[in-house]
């Protein structure tokens, strides 16, 4: 069972910064897309970055210029640095990988970003 935990999460200012990371149970080669996702409250999960397979990454039009999605295969985690950050970028933001057409899901890390 693949296992996935989102760390990172927290309060910040408008404009601020965080990097939220994504600590998985197996080696990320194994794994065919790797992502964010997030929830605001009374809104469907949105995709805010991936990278499929060894490709370039893509982002959201939200979070172009802004958010950032790498990997280091060593420590088997997946990072997502967020720059400039708005009220709107509010959420839980979810890891998913996909295996197989299997999808997992981290269980969330919270982001608030304070006017």
């Known amino acids: 069972q693949v296992q996935l935990v989102e760390s990172g999460g927290g309060l910040v200012q408008a404009g601020g910064s965080l990097r939220l990371s994504c600590a998985a149970s197996e080696s990320l080669f194994r794994f065919d897309v790797m992502g964010w996702y997030r929830q605001a409250p009374g809104k469907q999960r949105e995709l805010v970055a991936r990278?499929?397979?060894?490709?370039?990454?893509n982002y959201a039009d939200s979070a172009k210029g802004r958010f950032a999605i790498s990997r280091d295969n060593a420590k088997s985690t997946v990072y997502l640095q967020m720059n400039s950050l708005k009220p709107e970028d509010t959420a839980v933001y979810y890891c998913t990988a996909i295996i197989l057409n299997k999808q997992y899901w981290g269980q969330g890390t919270q982001v608030t970003v304070s006017s």
């Open positions: 990278i499929i397979g060894g490709g370039s990454p």
